[in-house]
C-alpha cells in the first residue's frame, strides 16, 4: 500500500483504508505476532 497504491486513492483515502486495516488487525483474537508487528511498522510509516 505504501509503494503501489491504487493511482486514483487519494491520501484521505489511503488513511481511511489504513485505519479501517488496524481496526481489523487489533480486533483479532490471535494475530500472528510476526505479521502484526509487520503491519504495525507499516502503519507507523504511514502516519510520518
Known amino acids: 500500500m505504501l509503494a503501489g497504491p ?7 483515502r489511503k488513511r481511511q483504508y489504513f485505519v479501517w ?3 481489523v488487525v487489533d480486533a483479532l483474537p490471535q494475530p ?5 508487528t509487520e503491519f ?9
Open 32 to 36: 500472528n505476532p510476526i505479521l502484526k
Open 21 to 23: 486495516a488496524k481496526r
Open 6 to 12: 491504487p493511482a486514483d486513492w487519494s491520501v484521505d
Open 40 to 48: 504495525e511498522k507499516t502503519f507507523a510509516q504511514f502516519k510520518e
